[in-house]
C-alpha cells in the first residue's frame, strides 16, 4: 500500500491502515496518519530517542518533552526500525462525532507486549492520530 493515500473515513480505518504501513515502512508510515503536531512531537522524540528501550520511547513520543533525559536500556537500534518488527492488534475503538480513542496491542518479537491507547481527532475531515499514552507493559 502506498503511504497515506487512502481516505482516513473512519478510526478503525486509520488503525488498521497505519498498522500495514508501519509494518511495511516503519515510523514513515505512521507520519500520514498523524495530525501535523503529533507529527512534529514523534520527530523531535525520536530524533533524540535512537539506543532508547523502544517501548518506554513510543509511548513518549507524544508527550512534552522533559530534560531528564532517560535511561538507555542497552538494546540498541532504531526505534523507527523496531516499529516494523512489533505485531500490531486493535483491540478496542470508541468513537464520538469529532474525536475517538482506540486501543491497540504490541507484542515485539513475544518478549514484550502490551496495549497503547491513541485519541484520534478529525483534522479536514479526515481521522488522524493526536496522541497517545505510555504503553501499558504486560
Do not use: H
Amino acid at each position: 500500500m502506498a503511504i497515506g493515500v487512502m481516505k482516513r473515513i473512519s478510526p478503525e480505518y486509520v488503525l488498521k491502515n497505519a498498522i500495514a504501513d508501519i509494518k511495511e515502512f516503519g515510523f514513515d508510515g505512521l507520519k500520514p496518519y498523524l495530525t501535523s503536531e503529533a507529527l512534529k512531537k514523534a520527530e523531535n522524540y525520536l530524533a533524540l530517542s535512537d539506543g532508547l528501550d523502544m517501548f518506554s520511547a513510543m509511548g513518549m513520543a507524544f508527550m512534552p518533552q522533559s530534560n531528564n533525559g532517560g535511561s538507555s536500556s542497552g538494546s540498541g537500534g532504531s526505534i523507527k526500525e523496531k516499529m516494523k518488527e512489533c505485531d500490531y492488534t486493535i483491540k478496542d475503538v470508541m468513537k464520538g462525532s469529532s474525536s475517538a480513542k482506540g486501543v491497540v496491542e504490541f507484542n515485539y518479537k513475544d518478549s514484550t507486549k502490551g496495549t497503547v491507547e491513541l485519541s484520534m481527532i478529525k483534522e479536514d475531515k479526515e481521522w488522524k492520530i493526536d496522541n497517545m499514552s505510555m504503553p501499558q507493559i504486560n
